[in-house]
């Protein structure tokens, strides 16, 4: 099966940098997803690694390290409207999950002023 | 390009009803899915299809119904709903299963009294 943890929560200031975690156990893994989820709205995709390394996208950048299962979100410059949840999403492809995307629970992200 | 359209946004229903809720994407996407999202559970996958007249289930199908008679439709139905039924339900879709990313509906939200 799949296990996929990230925090809670996290809480951080405007103009700070946050690291937001993500460790997962998979049997095929192909890919690991990051989503941006604001409050009753639906999640909307923020970033995609496959192999090992930084991806970077303005503000945001992710990692990956296949061999430890483990990924982060990286935000810099943080402000007001990244209040919002993260969603930590592994595709695998082994035979219990068929092609499927399965999230872990997110992480909340509460920025203050 | 309306991208992925779910309705309805809210349903309340007594315990026992069936409904079905509609979900189209007019991307040409090969993939389709529909995710539970429950306080605390994160997103789960209920059902899911890689093209249509192929369907399979995902961790929390029992209770949902799914048919995939054109690309673009993905329905999901209720046989009998149950009080555990109550959450928010996201319909998603992707041109296919490796690095290409979902794209969600803006969610229905169900209640089961």
């Known amino acids: 099966g799949q296990n996929i943890d990230q925090p809670t929560e996290m809480t951080a200031t405007e103009g700070a940098i946050v690291q937001i975690n993500c460790t997962y156990q998979?049997?095929?893994?192909?890919?690991l997803f990051w989503y941006q989820q604001h409050a009753g709205e639906a999640p909307t995709f923020l970033s995609y690694?496959?192999?090992?390394g930084l991806e970077e996208k303005g503000r945001f950048s992710s990692f990956l390290s296949r061999s430890k299962g483990y990924s982060y979100l990286l935000l810099k410059e943080l402000q007001m409207k990244d209040s919002a949840s993260y969603l930590c999403?592994?595709?695998?492809?082994?035979?219990?999950?068929?092609?499927?995307?399965?999230f872990g629970k997110g992480t909340t992200l509460s920025v203050s002023s | 390009n309306a991208g992925v359209t779910q309705t309805p946004k809210f349903q309340v229903l007594k315990t026992g009803q069936s409904m079905t809720l509609q979900c189209a994407q007019d991307?040409?996407?090969?993939?389709m899915s529909w995710y539970r999202q429950d306080p605390g559970m994160g997103l789960r996958l209920i059902h899911y299809?890689?093209?249509?007249?192929?369907?399979d289930q995902g961790e929390v199908p029992n209770g949902y119904n799914v048919s995939r008679s054109t690309t673009e439709d993905f329905p999901l139905r209720l046989l009998s709903a149950a009080p555990s039924q109550t959450s928010v339900y996201f319909c998603?879709?992707?041109?296919?299963?490796?690095?290409?990313?979902?794209?969600f509906g803006s969610g229905t939200q169900l209640s089961v009294l």
């Open positions: 998979t049997s095929g893994f192909n890919g």
């Open positions: 999403a592994v595709r695998d492809f082994s035979d219990q999950a068929g092609t499927a995307l399965i």
């Open positions: 690694n496959v192999l090992d």
């Open positions: 299809s890689v093209g249509a007249g192929i369907t």
């Open positions: 998603a879709s992707s041109l296919g299963t490796g690095a290409e990313k979902l794209f």
């Open positions: 991307m040409n996407h090969e993939y």
